[in-house]
């Protein structure tokens, strides 16, 4: 037993890359909203990248620290505190038995991953580790985290002398191919959608994110014979507010599709929170796909890496020391 | 044959606009089809209505041979092909606490056997799976039988449960709320991540209603219970 939970957060899950070979029986995918994060997070303890994460939403957990070991994070900052010092995200760092890990309120996001070496040790269910509350699937039982869960590191390991650069998601540009219903929306409504912006509803979970702004009719109407959703479907129910479709989404949908927001911003929109304000762009598929596969590389080749100068371990006291030195 | 692509690892492939069991046929011969050509990086293939999606590998499969591959195949061959699909037994208990709704049909002037009578023993075609892991959306409901949603719906229909919504006949794999005409449950689990087959059908085979009454529910279920409990099904079609 590595971690133990003191306070399970908002909406805390274990979550790998994703459940896929079985969407076609219905099940959700599933999986970390933010891949990039929870593959980065991944990177920086030298775990594979689908191994298990952490994903907390808006409100983060504290841990009990059972066992030595160490974490990495990714994604929102969610000021984690070991014991009472501060920790910035992205950044490995050694943990000891009897420390508390603590996460706040996020900040410049929404989504934060935690890791340890190896990933969460979790049943698999066809495949994956990934939660899928609706179904009660994958995970921790199926479920969000409550107090008192235990929680096993897939192995003993240590942190790479790597921390993830500094980089700018702010803007609220998001890329999108047009959908399968595209052409029920005519030139001006089209127009609309690639010109206005649309603000993120409090109705944005890990099923899809509810945008409000001018209204998108589809004239011929936009009830459509049910058909396979994918990640980032832009589906246009009657009343004209878009929806997003995400990670535990339904496997089929009747709505009319203006869209499908290209994988390469899928991270920048999960992040943004309640309130913020995006702007669609169109691209072709062709485009997105090329912008896919620069984005999985420069992922996997280390393109968001840096060298960590300030290693940092909690709980070893001449560490602890060389640390606020180092901070003068 | 309309072949489109609206995301990077997803190519979609219509046969058609309307819901239709020759569709169904030609999709599942497609799928066939696909599965035999053995293209690299070839993830799933997903049916609906009238439409295949295969998903693929970014950096395994080449999309425009995957997509000169398809459009090779014979659109009218589809229909000639023959493929064998599953008939799956469900049995179910009609009525009483199971099937709160089954006497409401009397505004349609169906008595509950009747009900039982027009809804059991005959083929279901799977057309697709969704809204949650193994719910099919079964074709060949009678038409006596379509009857407008619950106008407040249930907050909690338990896993099992077979119901009419509209024009469609389906069950519930999952507790879920939901506004469906409830006729009856089935003892047997529709989702069972022990099983080797977590899910019983798949997109092309026939589900067919078996009315059981309450002991047998009983004894069914606690067959289930010691592992000795087998499903029923049968092989047809194909050659």
Redesign the interface.
Known sequence: MTLKVTRPGLYTTVQDLGRFGHQSEGFSPAGAMDYRALMLANQLLGNEENAPGIEMTFKGATFEVVKDTVVATAGADMKMKIDDDHHPAGVPVHVAKGSTIEFGAAENGSRTYLVVPGGFKVETVLGSASTHVRSGIGGYKGRPFQVGDLLHAGAAGSATPYRIKDFDDGDGMVRVIPGQQFDRFDDDMKQQFFSASYALTKDCDRMGFRLDGPELVATPGHDVLSEPTQLGSIQVPKGGRPIVLLNDRQTAGGYARIGTVAHVDIPKLVQKQPGDMVKFIEITVEEASTLHRDEMERIRNGGYLEINNAFRSHGRPVARKVARIMKR | MEI???????L?IYLG???DERINRQLVALRHRIDEMEIEGI?????????L?I?FD??KTD?DALKAAVDQIDETALLEAEVSYRVIEIPVCYGGEYGPDIDSFEENGLSADEVVELHANKEYLVY????????P?LGGLDERLHKARLETPRVRIPPGSVGIGGKQTGMYP?ESPGGWHLLGRTPVPL?D?NREE??LY??GDRIIYRPIDASEYKEIASRIEAGDYEIQFEVKGGS
């Open positions: 489109r692509q609206f995301a990077e690892n997803a979609t606009d309307e819901i993830g799933e293939v997903v049916l609906s209505y009238t439409s999606i998903y970014i950096f999309v697709m799976l969704g809204f949650m892991p193994g719910f959306y999952f989702f991540e977590t899910i798949e997109a």
